[in-house]
């Protein structure tokens, strides 16, 4: 499976990009699907998660309130909805996916990479 983010690029200090990610199989809908990003010189980092079935969440504290992960079945897409962004969120942002029930913050739960999109967040 290839997986792609998208939706990257250059925001204001406050703005509310959408990220999202797409599977080049449209079998989205069967993985748990999570978003990573890893900041310039610091080592990538979870920052949230949504289960396969009943859509449930798991959400880095560092973001919590201000990001929110949903699941579009119809389109097989997992969108980020960022918000209220900080200089300190830029970041390659990256999707993976897991084929278990495992939506948590480590990177070998997850078995499917994409490429990552880069935020930018200027203050």
Known sequence: ?????????????????????????????????????????KEREFVTAIWRGDGSTNYAESVKGRFAISRDAANNMVSLQMNNLKPEDTAVYYCAASKTFYTGPSETGYIYWGRGTLVTVSS
């Open 1 to 41: 499976v290839q997986l792609q983010a998208s939706g990257g690029g250059l925001v204001q200090a406050g703005g509310s990009p959408r990220l999202a990610c797409s599977a080049s199989d449209r079998t989205l809908n069967n993985y748990a699907i999570g978003w990573f990003r890893q900041s310039p010189g």
